[in-house]
């Protein structure tokens, strides 16, 4: 039993289709049919129930599903067992954020795959919060504030954000003094996140208002520049545009609490040890960093 049919089939099964498993795995679809027409072939069984409308799996498909998942994980660590210098295999998918991520975490990848040649680093950059278990993450890259939920957290670095504003909205409109007075302000936002401020040894909570919201930091970016409200966004996407005054600091007497970097995975009583092993190299990159720019709150 060829191990590339069971990793087709377990991902064909949790992306409810062929197409979707497709695109997980970089392979036409052409190659996911095959595969599976061949493994189901030599075990006797119909996997999948194909319709015109698509596919789903068969009740002995979903009794085979676990088994396996099971039976590839295994495999997985039967390999990189026996490899030298404790080599990691297999593929190793992740989520990480857009607005930075290329810069601030796409070199941490490009050295693990460097450290382990045999290992599969498939990167899928967007701001918004993918699912992890149903669009098939290994583990995600998170930063700001993380929103509760049954997913497992590791904090690998601080992080910090920044209010800001353009001059000449300020100029037409005030600045806010407090967090009470943003409720007067257009805010520009992700969607309908929190803002937080820390107000003495109290941390505020407020739910600011906005015309103009982007899914991506560096939209945000370009709107507060062109004064169209107040912005939470991260310290480094803001740094250049703070130094040259196209931006100011906006309530400086209340800043954003401190927020960190996330390395966020599935539950599972036994972490994937390519995450483990991700998660110390972002430790190795970011623990010590007393500033990185935070996301936009969320």
Same mark, same amino acid.
């Given at each position: 039993?060829?191990?590339?049919?069971?990793?087709?089939?377990?991902?064909?099964?949790?992306?409810?289709?062929?197409?979707?498993?497709?695109?997980?795995?970089?392979?036409?679809?052409?190659?996911?049919?095959?595969?599976?027409?061949?493994?189901?072939?030599?075990?006797?069984?119909?996997?999948?129930?194909?319709?015109?409308?698509?596919?789903?799996?068969?009740?002995?498909?979903?009794?085979?599903?676990?088994?396996?998942?099971?039976?590839?994980?295994?495999?997985?660590?039967?390999?990189?067992?026996?490899?030298?210098?404790?080599?990691?295999?297999?593929?190793?998918?992740?989520?990480?954020?857009?607005?930075?991520?290329?810069?601030?975490?796409?070199?941490?990848?490009?050295?693990?795959?460097?450290?382990?040649?045999?290992?599969?680093?498939?990167?899928?950059?967007?701001?918004?919060?993918?699912?992890?278990?149903?669009?098939?993450?290994?583990?995600?890259?998170?930063?700001?504030?993380?929103?509760?939920?049954?997913?497992?957290?590791?904090?690998? *670095?601080?992080?910090? *954000?920044?209010?800001?504003?353009? #001059?000449?909205?300020?100029?037409?409109?005030?600045?806010?003094?407090?967090?009470?007075?943003?409720?007067?302000?257009?805010?520009?936002?992700?969607?309908?996140?929190?803002?937080?401020?820390?107000?003495?040894?109290?941390?505020?909570?407020?739910?600011?208002?906005?015309?103009?919201?982007?899914?991506?930091?560096?939209?945000?970016?370009?709107?507060?520049?062109?004064?169209?409200?107040?912005?939470?966004?991260?310290?480094?996407?803001?740094?250049?545009?703070?130094?040259?005054?196209?931006?100011?600091?906006?309530?400086?007497?209340?800043? #954003?609490?401190?927020?960190?970097?996330?390395?966020?995975?599935?539950?599972?009583?036994?972490?994937?040890?390519?995450?483990?092993?991700?998660?110390?190299?972002?430790?190795?990159?970011?623990?010590?960093?007393?500033?990185?720019?935070?996301?936009?709150?969320?």
């Amino acid at each position: 039993m060829d191990i590339e049919e069971l990793r087709t089939f377990v991902e064909v099964a949790d992306a409810g289709g062929v197409s979707p498993a497709a695109r997980r795995l970089g392979v036409s679809k052409s190659i996911v049919s095959r595969r599976l027409a061949r493994l189901e072939t030599e075990l006797g069984v119909q996997l999948l129930a194909r319709t015109t409308r698509g596919s789903g799996v068969t009740e002995a498909g979903t009794v085979f599903r676990d088994h396996a998942a099971r039976a590839c994980a295994e495999i997985d660590q039967a390999r990189e067992t026996i490899l030298p210098g404790g080599e990691l295999c297999g593929r190793l998918r992740i989520a990480a954020p857009h607005s930075f991520g290329p810069s601030h975490f796409a070199p941490v990848f490009a050295e693990m795959a460097r450290r382990h040649p045999q290992l599969h680093i498939h990167t899928h950059y967007s701001d918004r919060h993918v699912d992890l278990v149903a669009e098939g993450f290994d583990c995600a890259i998170r930063v700001g504030y993380l929103e509760d939920s049954n997913l497992l957290a590791r904090c690998v *670095g601080p992080i910090r *954000g920044v209010l800001v504003a353009s #001059p000449a909205y300020i100029e037409a409109h005030g600045a806010p003094g407090t967090p009470e007075d943003l409720a007067g302000h257009q805010a520009l936002m992700q969607g309908t996140e929190a803002w937080r401020f820390v107000d003495g040894e109290r941390v505020v909570t407020v739910h600011p208002q906005g015309r103009f919201k982007a899914d991506n930091g560096l939209a945000l970016v370009a709107a507060a520049v062109a004064g169209l409200g107040i912005a939470w966004l991260p310290d480094s996407l803001v740094r250049e545009h703070l130094a040259s005054g196209a931006l100011v600091p906006v309530m400086t007497c209340h800043p #954003p609490p401190s927020a960190g970097i996330y390395v966020v995975r599935p539950p599972s009583p036994h972490p994937v040890r390519k995450v483990s092993v991700l998660t110390d190299l972002l430790l190795e990159c970011f623990a010590e960093v007393p500033e990185l720019a935070a996301a936009s709150g969320r």
